[in-house]
């Protein structure tokens, strides 16, 4: 006889594993089985990100990303303490190099008033005793920023998970969907062979594959995911005590992304990164990638001409540093300048899974779609791995409330 799970859950990075985790100790007498088409967990975003556990500085007040930031950050650090997960509480300065900066930085400072999070405001001189090697006008110095692997977190929920009688089935990629009033039918494969799972309700948390995930559902949206690629460099080993916090640009309001940051990394290492670059696969992390599913597909979006007609500019200075290592350089030298081109070294790039809306407008926020018998999460952006846990109780509440 066939069997049939309560809930099945789609994907295998952070917020994937938080929520299948988060839905079995709510639900401790449903069957939950979470599908992952990767031998493991955490291949795609979760494990291509700088490894920060955010404060939520930046981020609408209000908004659920704002929430779920500053919620996530205490919870991220228990887990961590509780199952011996590293973690450094190093903190993290937001430097402002120019006087459009420093005014900007003010404007950033009411908004960390406004979220509740601890923050304080640096001069020249505390900023040059603070950091000796970063020049700048002045900075934000937010405490409660962190750093982490989460990599371990995601394999340390996962765990806990299977403990209290979740199912995993991994190197399993859904290939096709149906959805029937009374189940929901997913056709997976695995090693060049079909199979068939079928559950109660459907919960997919599929990053980059999300889009795919409503259609093959045949749910009406009107956002597609655009791939934007985020490059970064290693700086050689002498100089993985070039700075004390994690260094980040003043963001300039009108561009989606926060800029080129020095990162130190939980295994003592410095990064540098990462640029925005147009993506034309989804899951293109090498030197050169091409997909002709992924980019005809985008081509064929109308948003996607209208998201980059708007910041045509920009992408195209991000496309010049991205080739010319000098450019991504002086991005750098701005605020630490002690740092030459030979000290860039190679790292693995990262793929942003941006939910763009079909008028060309970037979504910021949480998106969801929802069918009778499914919850996808369509955008989940930063800090999703900061707020996994918030956003997989947020997500079990809804879907709980859904089924009743």
Known sequence: MERVYDYVVVGGGIVGVSTAWQLKQSQPD??????????????HQTGHNSGVIHAGVYYQPGSLKAEFCKRGV??????????????????????ATNDVELQRMHALYQRCDENGIEVELLDQAQLSLAEPNITGLGAIYVKSTSIVDYKQVTAQMAKAFVELGGEVQLESEVIAAQETSDDIYLTCMSKGESSVVVGK????????????MTKMLSIETDFQIVPYRGEYYRLDSKHNGIVNHLIYPIPDPDLPFLGVHLTRMIDGSVTVGPNAVQGWKREGYGAVNFSLKDTMQMLRFSGFWKVTAKHLKTGLVEFKNSWWKPGYLKLVNKYCPKIELADLKPYPAGIRAQAVMKDGTLVHDFLFAESPRSLHVCNAPS????????????ICQKVIAKVG
Do not use: W
């Not at 449903?30 to 291949?43: C, R």
């Not at 650090?77 to 997960?85: E, V």
């Open 201 to 212: 309700f459907l919960i997919t948390c599929s990053g980059l594959m999300a889009d795919r």
């Open 30 to 43: 449903k069957t939950i089985l979470l599908i992952e088409k990767e031998s493991g967990f955490a291949h």
């Open 74 to 95: 205490e919870r991220t650090i228990d887990f961590c303490r509780q199952h011996n997960i590293a973690v450094e509480n190093c903190g993290k300065l937001l430097v």
């Open 383 to 394: 800090p999703a791995a900061t707020s996994a846990m918030p956003i997989g109780e947020y």
